[in-house]
């Protein structure tokens, strides 16, 4: 059995959002491990090289370096919890990795325990109380506890996975920046959102998101979020009815001028030429 007693990981994120919107998110790797629990609705995830279409109930585990994109199906939303975590020590195993063969995870009999500490992680989420961070840790700790529990549920990864060389250390916490970044830019495109109110949102300067940014995605937030809206404007336009004024607000902008020289910019055609 595994003694966890001096195991305590140090919380990088938690992060819930409901996702309405359709398309796909980047395709992007954490040098962490990540936790994304789908707690209402479905999406469609690429892990690798193979795709899954996960629904409520189901959890995910992408240890470090797993390639993954989300994807949003048409008429379907998701309200999901992401979880990035580091410094999580088991005993003959390593440094941030748990040892599953695979990403999707059964439950097994742990599903009614797990689901119980999420939805109580997500309630003190939402709270600017004293001790919130304490508390996220402790929940997160016992959520791994169960997902270990459910190791017999699921295929454990061999014994080279186990033992080989752990990757040395990076830097996480820029990496968790930039995903917390990454998520609520898809979440909230169609929003006005500003550098300042992003870097606000993370605690950090927007001097500072803008370069962490840039270092790991090789674009500035601006960019970025540039690109979610062209590329969901692209898809919009070929819904004949709606206006391009009603394709522009959807994607965030109130100027449906500004939005069409932004859309050949990006393109090299204009709205119209779209339809």
């Not at 109930?57 to 999901?80: I, R």
């Not at 997500?122 to 600017?128: G, L, P, W």
């Not at 169960?146 to 040395?168: F, H, K, M, T």
């Not at 995605?217 to 540039?226: A, W």
Request: glycine content about 6%; some cysteine; proline content about 5%.
């Amino acid at each position: 059995m595994l003694d966890l007693s001096g195991t305590v990981p140090e919380v990088l994120y938690v992060f819930p959002y409901k996702n309405t919107k359709v398309g796909d998110n980047r395709l992007h790797q954490h040098d962490f491990p990540e936790i994304s629990i789908m707690v209402d609705g479905c999406a469609n995830y690429l892990i690798g090289d193979q795709r899954f279409h996960i629904t409520k109930g189901q959890v995910l585990m992408f240890n470090p370096h797993t390639w993954h994109q989300e994807s949003q199906p048409a008429g379907t939303f998701s309200y999901q919890v992401h979880i990035g975590f580091r410094n999580f020590v088991l005993p003959g195993i390593g440094s941030d990795k748990l040892p599953f063969a695979n990403s999707v995870i059964d439950l097994g009999n742990q599903w009614h325990e797990f689901f119980a500490v999420v939805h109580q992680l997500i309630s003190e989420n939402h709270r600017q109380a004293l001790g919130k961070q304490l508390l996220e840790r402790a929940m997160v700790t016992e959520l791994l506890v169960y997902l270990l529990r459910a190791l017999p549920e699921n295929c454990v990864a061999d014994d080279q996975i186990l033992g080989g060389e752990q990757s040395p250390d990076s830097p996480a916490e820029t990496q968790a920046v930039v995903t917390q970044a990454t998520y609520y830019l898809n979440a909230h495109y169609d929003e006005d959102v500003s550098l300042a109110q992003l870097a606000a949102s993370l605690h950090v300067s927007s001097a500072h998101l803008s370069r962490l940014f840039k270092t790991v995605t090789g674009e500035t937030p601006s960019s970025y979020l540039t690109r979610i809206r062209m590329q969901r404007a692209e898809e919009l336009l070929h819904n004949d009815q709606l206006t391009i004024k009603e394709v522009a607000t959807r994607v965030g902008y109130l100027d449906p001028l500004y939005f069409s020289k932004q859309f050949k910019k990006h393109f090299g055609r204009t709205p119209s030429a779209e339809r």
